[in-house]
């Protein structure tokens, strides 16, 4: 368990709206990332940090922004959300030693209407 | 083209069964990653490996580099085994994954 922990777990939006997930750690790990996962595809990169406002941009990345003002915590925004951004995100984080495996955190269930 | 291709996209097993599920990749990875997502569930991670054979249980991973290939074996496949396996290169970059869409595997007792 490398304690994280997404919110919300489940929402549902309009069209338009403003919508923040956040992703919270508690090992002070540097690398952290935010995927999509949809049926057909695999885990799919939207954005990840490499530190606190060290951010890089993912295959999917259009439409969405993120942040991360303190170590623990990586915010991915939803500017303006359409129904194509319906998906499951998860957050990942990397530990800084060892062999770089991932672990995830439980996912966001994010409707778009 | 996916740079991770995984086979069989679905499989359908008896209890006790020997079963193997695997992976490719066209890019030069670092190392290859295993992950098991239960129904509805989070993503736990199975092995990480970079060369030769891993085994944890009932459970063991091969990784050929030259080949750029990998698979997941089960010995003696339970029901509590259902789920989708998805294996992830790490680049050379040391950075970012990509991931396989995904073996979905059921169990029958």
């Known amino acids: 368990d490398a304690g994280i922990t997404q919110s919300p777990r489940h929402k549902v939006t309009e069209t338009g709206t403003p919508v923040t997930l956040r992703c919270h750690q508690t090992?002070?790990?540097?690398?952290m990332y935010w995927y999509r996962q949809d049926p057909g595809h695999g885990l799919r990169l939207i954005h990840y940090s490499y530190g606190v406002k060290d951010t890089d941009k993912g295959e999917v990345s259009d439409g969405y922004s993120v942040s991360r003002s303190k170590t623990e915590d990586f915010l991915l925004t939803l500017e303006s959300a359409t129904s194509s951004q319906t998906s499951v995100y998860f957050c990942a984080i990397t530990p800084d030693r060892g062999q770089r495996e991932q672990y995830f955190g439980p996912g966001t269930r994010l409707t778009v209407t | 083209k996916n740079e991770v291709e995984q086979s069989p996209q679905n499989l359908t097993a008896q209890e006790g069964e020997f079963i193997t599920i695997n992976c490719s990749y066209s890019v030069g990875i670092s190392a290859l990653h295993w992950l098991q997502q239960h129904p509805g569930g989070g993503i736990v991670s199975l092995f990480m490996?970079?060369?030769g054979k891993k085994k944890h249980g009932r459970l063991i991973a091969t990784i050929n580099i030259q080949e750029k290939h990998s698979s997941l074996h089960i010995t003696a496949s339970h029901p509590r085994d259902s789920a989708v396996y998805i294996c992830a290169a790490l680049l050379n970059t040391g950075n970012q994954f990509y991931f396989g869409t995904g073996t979905s595997l059921t169990v029958i007792p």
């Open positions: 490996l970079s060369s």
């Open positions: 090992e002070n790990h540097r690398y």
